[in-house]
């Protein structure tokens, strides 16, 4: 379409910092088959940069979860930022995908950034179905804390549904993992790469249309799934959110970095 040729070609890298080695199919999955094995998770952040804009996608965790949670923190997911000649104190818009603990931490090292999240994902990590462990258990109060503070500094931008957020990077609403989880859409070279987060957390997620257990809204979820094709140019341009495949599918960022990859670019098949 005419009007995408003048949109912005963004680079968009996806850092790891964590890794959870002791994860087996039967915990990311809600219905499991007799195909039980090792199944890790990676952990990610992804920066998205243009000449003219720089925008965080989630910010991780840090050193306490990791060890209360006992994940493997390979780099604070801010402090790897300067890989790409970024200071913390240049970046000015972050997209929250959604609060859980593996998204929403570190927001005290990010000084002069305005978060962008869904109105949703505020409501219900601050409602009534905090009351319940199942759902809260994948947040962390200081995290949600933090992020309400901003609230009041004037740092925090509500978001509504599905908006363009600048030209060339769109928010999608998909729910169904939390209440308010929201995916990113970005144009590049290649074309509308979606960064699904945990809308869908393994390509399996998505491809065998089987939900991760962590879920509000399974119908969601799985509608979701389809946004998620709708939205993005090929299965190839759809990033889910922690799945080990994505580093080893990716161009790394150098040959030096094994946690940093290159998005905009195809992946290959393994
Ligand atoms: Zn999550
Ligand atoms: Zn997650």
């Known amino acids: 379409m005419s009007q995408q040729t003048s949109l912005p070609k963004y680079e968009i890298y996806a ?3 964590a890794h959870l080695e ?3 199919r039967k915990d990311n999955f809600i219905s499991t088959d007799a195909h039980d094995g090792a199944m890790p998770m990676d952990f990610f952040v992804w920066l998205i940069r243009s000449p003219e804009r720089t925008v965080l996608v989630d910010t991780g965790f840090g050193e306490r979860a990791a060890k209360e949670r006992q994940r493997q923190l390979i780099k604070c997911p801010i402090a790897s930022l300067e890989v790409l000649d970024i200071t913390p104190e240049s970046i000015q818009d972050v997209i929250i995908t959604h609060l859980h603990y593996d998204h929403a931490g570190n927001l005290d090292k990010l000084p002069n950034a305005r978060f962008h999240i869904q109105e949703a994902e505020v409501h ?3 409602g009534h179905h905090m009351c ?3 759902f809260r258990h994948a947040y962390d109060v200081e995290d949600v804390v933090t992020l309400v503070r901003n609230v009041y500094a004037d740092r925090v931008v509500f978001h509504e549904g599905d908006t363009a957020l600048m030209p060339g ?3 999608a609403l998909i729910g169904g993992h939390t209440k308010g989880l929201q995916s990113v859409r970005v ?3 290649r074309g509308w790469v979606v960064l699904a987060s945990d809308a869908s957390h393994y390509y399996d997620n998505m491809h065998n249309i089987s939900p991760f257990p962590i879920v509000y809204h399974v119908g969601d979820m799985v509608d979701g799934y389809a946004k998620l094709q709708r939205l993005a140019d090929s299965p190839d341009h759809i990033v889910p959110g922690h799945d080990p495949l994505v ?4 161009p790394r960022y150098d040959a030096k970095q094994i946690d940093i990859v290159k ?6 098949l393994v």
């Open 169 to 171: 990077i769109e928010l």
């Open 263 to 268: 998005l905009h670019e195809p992946p290959s």
């Open 15 to 17: 850092i790891r910092y």
């Open 187 to 189: 144009h590049t070279a």
């Open 132 to 134: 319940h462990g199942v």
């Open 22 to 24: 002791k994860r087996t």
């Open 124 to 126: 219900y990590a601050c």
């Open 247 to 250: 580093l080893r599918q990716y």
